[in-house]
């Protein structure tokens, strides 16, 4: 087992949504803190989800197992409220407890037609792309809320795109898209009214320009040689892994002071910023300032000061 730091030992979490991306680093990182993991999807050996890439949950748990860390893989689709509600139920007769709960659910990304306006979108894949992005994480709080809350202390994140700041003031692409990261934002904050009597937190956090799976092959580069990709997209080289929100919150869960998050939006940048983390390589990036101050006002690519 690697020599890390287990502040999160004991602690039980639920990442629904970790198959890959940002769910799957968030997963990696507080099993390696040592919190016990139920890891969902519905990505499996021998079964793409609608999604249709390669990934799998099972492939999140053993890169878990290197870690140090434990994940458990359990497919679930959560627009299901059957399988989410049989989910939770199991949670509580192997561990009886719910610590953590991580809404990272979404998988709308093919369903989105960027730039076309409402009335060229199709409507079926929109409201399909909403069901993901929202109806999913209602379902998941409905049910995994009655086991949060058995015990005060308990920590919800909501995993978006964009900062509140960031979204209130841009379009998102299109109408679907704009209302699927803004949404999750908006749950944070009203989780943390529902949960405040019950000493619950809760959070709306993004990452930066993610390193996910899928984006790096569409630069056609791996982890290892991301930063070729910045041939084709300059702006590239602010780009995280997506590990350091993992980290970021793993810091956060281990907080006893986390209460002071709670109904907040932050980013990976702001997590790392407070905590001290860094990213697989050592860096600590602040994409959405970046975005902001460099990327949107037209300037040169220069990640000087933001990493």
Same mark, same amino acid.
């Given at each position: 087992?690697?020599?890390?730091?287990?502040? &999160?030992?004991?602690?039980?979490? =639920?990442?629904?949504?970790?198959?890959? #991306?940002?769910?799957? #680093?968030?997963?990696?990182?507080?099993?390696?803190?040592?919190?016990?993991? %139920?890891?969902?999807?519905?990505?499996? /050996?021998?079964?793409?989800? $609608?999604?249709?890439?390669?990934?799998?949950?099972?492939?999140?748990?053993?890169?878990?197992?290197?870690?140090?860390?434990?994940? +458990?893989?359990?497919?679930?689709?959560?627009?299901?409220?059957?399988?989410?509600?049989? =989910?939770?139920?199991?949670?509580?007769?192997?561990?009886?407890?719910?610590?953590?709960?991580?809404?990272?659910?979404?998988?709308?990304?093919?369903?989105?037609?960027?730039?076309?306006?409402?009335?060229?979108?199709?409507?079926?894949?929109?409201?399909?792309?909403?069901?993901?992005?929202?109806?999913?994480? /209602?379902?998941?709080?409905?049910?995994?809320?009655?086991?949060?809350?058995?015990?005060?202390?308990?920590?919800?994140?909501?995993?978006?795109?964009?900062?509140?700041?960031?979204?209130?003031?841009?379009?998102? &692409?299109?109408?679907?898209?704009?209302?699927?990261? +803004?949404?999750? +934002? @908006?749950?944070?904050?009203?989780?943390?009214?529902?949960?405040?009597?019950?000493?619950?937190?809760? /959070?709306? /956090?993004?990452?930066?320009?993610?390193?996910?799976?899928?984006?790096?092959?569409? %630069?056609?580069?791996? $982890?290892?040689?991301?930063?070729?990709?910045?041939?084709?997209?300059?702006?590239?080289?602010?780009? $995280?892994?997506?590990?350091?929100? #993992? @980290?970021? &919150?793993?810091? =956060?869960?281990?907080?006893?002071?986390?209460?002071?998050?709670?109904?907040?939006?932050?980013?990976?940048?702001?997590?790392?910023?407070? %905590?001290?983390?860094?990213?697989?390589?050592?860096?600590?990036?602040?994409?959405?300032?970046? +975005?902001? $101050?460099?990327?949107?006002?037209?300037?040169?690519?220069?990640?000087?000061?933001? @990493?």
């Amino acid at each position: 087992m690697p020599d890390r730091e287990q502040p &999160l030992a004991g602690r039980v979490a =639920l990442v629904a949504g970790a198959t890959r #991306g940002a769910g799957r #680093g968030i997963a990696l990182e507080l099993a390696a803190a040592g919190a016990t993991v %139920y890891a969902t999807g519905r990505s499996t /050996v021998g079964k793409r989800s $609608e999604y249709d890439r390669p990934e799998t949950i099972e492939e999140t748990a053993a890169l878990a197992k290197v870690l140090g860390g434990e994940v +458990i893989p359990v497919v679930v689709d959560h627009l299901d409220p059957g399988q989410v509600r049989d =989910l939770v139920a199991r949670i509580d007769a192997e561990r009886g407890r719910l610590d953590v709960l991580v809404n990272d659910i979404f998988g709308g990304g093919p369903l989105a037609e960027w730039h076309k306006p409402v009335w060229e979108h199709s409507l079926d894949a929109g409201l399909h792309l909403l069901r993901l992005a929202i109806d999913t994480h /209602v379902v998941t709080a409905h049910h995994a809320f009655p086991l949060l809350v058995r015990e005060p202390g308990g920590l919800v994140v909501e995993v978006t795109d964009g900062t509140a700041e960031y979204n209130d003031e841009n379009y998102r &692409l299109n109408v679907y898209y704009d209302l699927a990261k +803004i949404a999750p +934002i @908006r749950l944070a904050r009203s989780w943390a009214h529902e949960l405040r009597d019950h000493g619950g937190t809760a /959070v709306a /956090v993004t990452p930066g320009w993610l390193r996910s799976e899928e984006m790096l092959d569409i %630069y056609g580069v791996t $982890e290892e040689t991301w930063r070729d990709a910045t041939d084709k997209e300059p702006h590239f080289a602010i780009a $995280e892994s997506p590990c350091f929100v #993992g @980290r970021g &919150l793993a810091a =956060l869960a281990a907080d006893p002071g986390r209460s002071r998050w709670t109904g907040r939006s932050t980013s990976s940048g702001e997590l790392a910023r407070e %905590y001290g983390v860094t990213d697989i390589d050592g860096s600590a990036p602040d994409a959405w300032r970046y +975005i902001v $101050e460099v990327q949107d006002a037209g300037l040169p690519a220069d990640t000087s000061g933001y @990493r």
